[in-house]
T-cell receptor
Framework: KNEVEQSPQNLTAQEGEFITINCSYSVGISALHWLQQHPGGGIVSLFMLSSGKKKHGRLIATINIQEKHSSLHITASHPRDSAVYIC??????????FGQGTRLTINP | DVKVTQSSRYLVKRTGEKVFLECVQDMDHENMFWYRQDPGLGLRLIYFSYDVKMKEKGDIPEGYSVSREKKERFSLILESASTNQTSMYLCASNQGSARSFSGNTIYFGEGSWLTVV
């Protein structure tokens, strides 16, 4: 079993829909990261959080430390949100453990 | 904005060649990382460095070496490229005190697609 599990693996939705991507982890962490990877490879850090909730534009990330679970929400989704979203947890000392990613496709 | 620049986006090399992948960051970050990304396997850490001339093995260091002579530059070296090293390589960096990763946003380069034939 992977230490970081994301669901769903693939998600297709229509423009404007509310999107939720989930991340569960089984290890102790110091922080959780949500990353976005567009076709072509580059990865952008969206959020880093260790408790509570963060919001940036149409993106919201939440984490429940007790339940070892985090969600990434996208409101009013748009085709430009189409990307792979990766959850990663840090365990201190330069160790990042990555989930397998969720491929999101938003159709116009 | 923080910028992590990888020198080559696409490379094709022959088996047995020595390959250098260069990465430069412009934010004076202590920590730098090299990952490879393969379908179905996700991102895997090859090596990281938390200071000039300091390096530590990641999860898959075999067949690779690294060099960090200056704080802003972290090089990944494939001493003798093999076909199973065909992959996408990502460099990353973040601010951090020695040996402490947590609490700092990580910044990635655009990736280098390496094909070994």
């Amino acid at each position: 079993k992977n230490e970081v599990e994301q669901s769903p693996q693939n998600l297709t939705a229509q423009e404007g829909e509310f999107i939720t991507i989930n991340c569960s982890y089984s290890v102790g962490i110091s922080a959780l990261h949500w990353l976005q990877q567009h076709p072509g490879g580059g990865i952008v850090s969206l959020f880093m959080l260790s408790s509570g909730k963060k919001k940036h534009g149409r993106l919201i990330a939440t984490i429940n430390i007790q339940e070892k679970h985090s969600s990434l929400h996208i409101t009013a989704s748009h085709p430009r949100d189409s990307a792979v979203y990766i959850c990663a947890v840090s365990q201190g000392a330069q160790k990042l453990v990555f989930g397998q990613g969720t491929r999101l496709t938003i159709n116009p | 904005d923080v910028k992590v620049t990888q020198s080559s986006r696409y490379l094709v090399k022959r088996t047995g060649e020595k390959v250098f992948l260069e990465c430069v960051q412009d934010m004076d970050h202590e920590n730098m990382f090299w990952y490879r990304q393969d379908p179905g396997l996700g991102l895997r850490l090859i090596y990281f460095s938390y200071d000039v001339k300091m390096k530590e093995k990641g999860d898959i260091p075999e067949g690779y070496s690294v060099s960090r002579e200056k704080k802003e530059r972290f090089s990944l070296i494939l001493e003798s490229a093999s076909t199973n090293q065909t992959s996408m390589y990502l460099c990353a960096s973040n601010q951090g005190s020695a040996r402490s990763f947590s609490g700092n946003t990580i910044y990635f380069g655009e990736g280098s697609w390496l094909t070994v034939v």
